[in-house]
């Protein structure tokens, strides 16, 4: 690739280099000048220049608002070069009370709402700062931050704000950069700086003793936060992890013992709106057969009401299913990837955070108090200097009005600096009237009290970390529970135990008929008293397992690759048609088979063997599939199928192959497995497994003959028992000719 120096030379260059060095500038910048927040005043570059700009433009909160499209022109033409509906959608957000715990904007008009509905247009719509905001940007005048040159180096704009706020935990931040991204949930501002507090006094605390003043996250929209201590201490730790906020709701008693169940708040941003469209498709689809209907009843304040399916149902199972449902519990990631004072993005510990904003707050203050220093020393000179005045007041006079160049003479007679001859030339005369011998004196004083106070400060680190502290104090009081602002609005709750939710609470439990053809079409009929002559299928297929269920019953499938399947008989399809392919709902092979099909017993256990005579027993609970690819248990040889799969039902196993030898003997000697390719059930020298089946030996062994039954008791059949992987012997007399019990 050919580029042009900087000389106008042509350059040789690889591509890939060239990519790599332009993608990399690209994500930098990225990272730097757009998602991540900076740990010290928590604002990326577009929420600084616009708190920076309405600062300039004197919205200041007991000022009047002024036009958000007159904001974002000033933002846009002088400090952040991109599109006006971007600069627009960061003010929005940051006036937004839903959206941010400590909005830094006033807004007045049409911002949105919790519902998703956009705010009205810029030119619509009025803002000025809030106190929050002055608080970040106080003391910005005195030198307390650095400032850079603005893109198009007209004027300057800071890099950070002084912050006298905690803004990064208190409001939170979100941003997504190139190949890493931050998500930081908002918290109480008074136990943010109670933790604060205890890490000025202990700078070794620990993430624990830090939890025990942060509860954990307290957001705009309240809820309950519902993780246990030690997740919120883990994800403290890492400044990685996630928190589980449910809704808030409450049970309100009707007449003739009926109630509803009403929501107050929601997770936060959660739009309302989306989320009873959720619960609405979901109850038309029948899966929350527990709720009857959902309403909508909020004014200023969030009210959904939820109606129960009838009295009988448990609230708490109600509001569970619909917890583990719909958005009413949603989960806020933790990610504290910030960029550092060092300009560096990093993931930080919630005691790392602390410690860059006391380290800020620190630094703020010796720049502020230097830069008051500086000024008293400046007017101190000044004062000096019109102690002269005042003494000679005549003589100051007569070389203004006769020397040509009076400022060399102030500074030969009285040895004067250029400040204080500066000072004095540049007095209008109604000053003089002011200048009083006494009124200087008590001002230089002053400040000479002033500087000395000043010096020991910047002298000595402890007095400055108690004037921190007592600055933490003030702001705290600000923020304390009493006011509406500052109380806690997201409740600490308990980790929620595991509530088992049965399947027959949430589905109406109705007797059905599985039909399912040997060309692998499933259907349900309602009922068990079913006419099974009278089905019909398509052309070509017939009948192959008809199974009598509930719809709260799952079905276990087993195919000839040795897999499980699971399927919930309510997602069936219904009717009276052909139904659908199983293979939709399973991958099942072209070239596999289903074996059988039963219902789904937690307690019962299995037989399973390979055409081969290979198997084991297996719990039920163990075959049970997750996932639409089904279970691997049984493990088949080369040229091998599945074949065989019974529930047990009784002490002995029969087991006939292909080559007509009967072989019976206690099912204890097979062993119990989760998977694998079992043992030797029946030996062949030539044939295969037939039939296998489960009996009571005391029962005796029965078997279909023809249109009836016949009965084997346990002395006509001592002689095949034996041990399993024998051969067997010939059935006897009676014994059906198709090797099937």
Request: overall charge neutral; proline content about 4%; charged content about 25%.
């Amino acid at each position: 690739m050919s580029l042009n120096g900087a000389n106008g030379n042509i350059r040789e260059e690889s591509f890939k280099d060239a990519l790599s060095e332009r993608y990399l500038n690209y994500a930098v910048s990225t990272i730097m000048s757009r998602s991540l927040p900076d740990v010290r005043d928590g604002l990326k570059p577009v929420h600084r220049r616009l708190l920076y700009a309405m600062l300039q433009l004197r919205l200041n909160p007991e000022q009047g608002f002024k036009k958000c499209a007159r904001i974002v022109g000033d933002v846009m033409g002088k400090y952040h070069p991109h599109g006006d509906q971007a600069i627009y959608d960061a003010l929005v957000r940051l006036a937004q009370q839903f959206s941010v715990r400590y909005p830094l904007i006033d807004g007045q008009g049409n911002f949105g709402n919790i519902d998703g509905d956009n705010a009205a247009a810029m030119r619509y719509t009025e803002s000025r700062l809030t106190e929050t905001a002055i608080s970040l940007l106080e003391g910005i005048e005195q030198d307390s931050v650095d400032f850079r040159d603005t893109y198009d180096g007209d004027s300057s704009e800071p890099i950070v704000l002084p912050a006298n706020f905690p803004n990064l935990l208190a409001n939170g931040a979100s941003g997504i950069a190139v190949g890493m991204a931050s998500s930081i949930p908002p918290h109480n501002v008074c136990e943010i700086y109670d933790a604060a507090l205890h890490l000025l006094k202990t700078p070794n605390a620990t993430i624990t003793k830090l939890v025990s003043f942060i509860s954990g996250p307290d957001f705009p929209t309240g809820g309950i936060l519902v993780e246990n201590k030690n997740t919120l201490v883990e994800a403290y730790s890492q400044g990685k992890g996630s928190f589980r906020i449910r809704s808030k709701w409450e049970v309100e008693n009707l007449a003739h013992g009926q109630y509803q169940v009403v929501i107050t708040e929601i997770p936060y941003l959660v739009q309302k709106s989306r989320l009873i469209e959720k619960i609405a498709d979901l109850l038309q689809q029948r899966k929350l057969l527990l709720l009857s209907d959902i309403r909508d009843e909020s004014a200023d304040d969030i009210r959904l009401v939820l109606e129960p399916k009838n009295r009988n149902v448990d609230p708490e199972l109600l509001m569970e299913s619909l917890f583990r449902t719909t958005e009413l519990e949603s989960r806020f990631n933790l990610n504290m990837n910030v960029i550092d004072s060092n300009q560096n993005p990093r993931v930080m510990s919630l005691r790392e955070v602390l410690q860059a904003f006391i380290d800020h707050r620190h630094d703020i203050l010796i720049r502020s108090n230097k830069y008051k220093l500086n000024n008293i020393i400046r007017r101190l000179e000044i004062l000096n200097g019109y102690m002269i005045v005042y003494l000679n007041l005549d003589e100051v006079i007569r070389v203004i009005r006769e020397e040509e160049d009076p400022k060399s003479v102030f500074k030969i007679k009285w040895d004067l600096s250029d400040v204080q001859s500066d000072a004095i030339l540049n007095m209008r005369l109604r000053s003089l009237r002011r200048l009083e011998e006494l009124s200087i004196k008590t001002e230089i004083t002053n400040l000479k009290s002033e500087k000395k106070l000043i010096k020991h400060l910047l002298e000595n680190k402890k007095k400055r970390l108690e004037h921190i502290s007592d600055e933490f104090k003030t702001v705290k009081k600000q923020y304390n529970n009493k006011t509406s602002i500052g109380k806690r609005r997201t409740i600490i709750g308990e980790a929620p135990k595991e509530v088992d939710i049965s399947t027959e609470l949430v589905i109406e439990k109705e007797e059905v008929t599985v039909v399912c053809s040997q060309k692998g079409w499933v259907r349900t009929i309602k009922g068990h008293e079913l006419k099974i002559n009278e089905l019909k299928y398509k052309e070509g297929d017939k009948e192959r397992f008809i199974i009598k269920a509930l719809t709260t019953d799952k079905l276990i499938l087993f195919a000839s690759d040795g897999r499980f399947f699971t399927l919930e008989v309510n997602k069936l399809p219904g009717g009276r048609g052909h139904g659908e392919p199983i293979s939709l709902m399973i991958d099942l092979g072209n070239e596999t088979e289903l074996v059988n099909v039963l219902t789904y017993h937690e307690s019962m256990k299995l037989v399973i063997s390979s055409d081969t005579g290979r198997g084991f027993i297996v719990p039920e609970k163990d075959v049970v599939a997750q996932t639409r690819a089904g279970k691997k248990v049984l493990f088949l040889d080369e040229g091998a199928e599945s074949h065989i799969c019974r529930p047990i039902n009784g002490d002995h196993i029969a087991l006939i192959g292909t080559n007509r030898k009967l072989l019976i003997f206690p099912i204890e000697e097979v062993p119990i497995m989760s998977k694998g390719k079992g043992v030797r059930l029946q030996n062949y020298t030539s044939g295969r497994l037939a039939d296998l089946t489960t009996f009571f030996l005391e029962q005796g062994l029965m078997v279909r003959t023809g249109n009836r039954n016949r009965t084997f008791s346990s002395k006509e059949i001592v002689q095949w028992s034996g041990k399993r992987a024998q051969t067997g012997r010939l059935p006897p007399a009676g014994f059906p000719r198709s090797n099937v019990f």
